[in-house]
């Protein structure tokens, strides 16, 4: 039993995580620019880009998980990502740890057919450049294994919690949790792929545990086939006894309202992968650690039902 260390533990991903390497009865400390009040855990306060607060931080970490998922507002620009990502990989190296880094598909950009861990990067925002950026610094030091570590990716995804800067809970299951219409950016009838934060937690911990992880990219388990938003929002409705007719906002609308409201430009800024379909494949994860996903009837369904619990009002 090592340490597992979460960098960034006040991020999306962190708690499911958390709350899964607590039931593994793993050693965990959290690392966080700000503190965190968690019975039982380490927890330890520094600036990812400081490097010298990070390094003390990380100190005797077996595992350092680190998510690089920006959020859905305007806080993008706030955070030196690449010197962050330096900071990271240069931290694990000297404290001898294994790097699980979690990033999303935003570096893609447009891609027409299945997306695959060898697919281009082509991104077409600002996001997805830094991600490009980021994701690259990383496989450059595991082709020359001077690392060790993988490289965890994931598309759309949704979950039960209070996903603040996920999308997909926000725009679809906050909404209709209110007794409102669904939204969805410029087309809700193009197939794509979700993935559950329960799997992702999963996932993550068997990438960390397993040394034929080591120098690869993975991406995140997601059911199969992959399925219209309209088809996902009209489950999540049922489920939630909400309005089943989703309000799909055009491209020239989410232009006009940036002036008005600061998290739109983030959104704007990442829906030129919104106009086609985004088919994202986890068929290499599946068949190397046998794993099957959860089927989105059951997903969609249990985070349908940990929203009806909440008490009315709003709590993003």
Request: aromatic share 10%; glycine share 4%.
């Amino acid at each position: 039993m090592g340490l597992h260390t979460l960098v960034g533990a006040d991020g999306m991903i962190s708690s499911e995580l958390l709350m899964l390497l607590k039931q593994r009865k793993e050693n965990v400390r959290l690392v966080s620019s700000t503190p965190l009040q968690f019975a039982e855990i380490e927890h330890r306060t520094a600036d990812i880009q400081h490097y010298e607060q990070l390094l003390k931080a990380v100190a005797g970490s077996t595992v350092i998980y680190l998510s690089a998922i920006f959020p859905f507002d305007s806080e993008f620009g706030a955070i030196d990502w690449i010197t962050a990502m330096r900071n990271v990989i240069n931290a694990s190296k000297e404290s001898c740890a294994k790097l699980v880094y979690l990033d999303q598909a935003h570096l893609y950009g447009k891609v027409s057919g299945v997306i695959a861990e060898d697919t281009p990067y082509r991104p077409c925002s600002d996001a997805g450049v830094t991600a490009a950026r980021m994701a690259t610094l990383l496989q450059r030091e595991m082709e020359e294994g001077t690392i060790k570590a993988t490289i965890a990716r994931m598309t759309d995804f949704f979950g039960p919690g209070l996903l603040a800067f996920c999308k997909t809970n926000r725009m679809i299951f906050h909404n209709l949790w209110q007794r409102k219409r669904a939204r969805w950016l410029i087309d809700a009838d193009n197939l794509r792929t979700f993935n559950y934060c329960p799997d992702i937690a999963n996932a993550l911990y068997i990438l960390a545990s397993n040394k034929v992880a080591n120098g690869h990219i993975w991406h995140m388990p997601a059911a199969k086939p992959a399925i219209p938003v309209r088809q996902f929002i009209q489950l999540a409705s049922i489920y939630m006894e909400a309005p089943d007719k989703p309000l799909v906002i055009p491209s020239w609308l989410l232009k006009a309202m940036q002036p008005f409201d600061p998290s739109i430009q983030a959104v704007h800024e990442i829906s030129c992968q919104e106009g086609n379909s985004f088919i994202f494949s986890s068929e290499k994860f599946e068949k190397t650690f046998h794993f099957s996903p959860t089927p989105y009837h059951v997903s969609i369904k249990e985070t349908a039902e940990w929203y009806m619990k909440q008490e009315k009002g709003p709590f993003l």
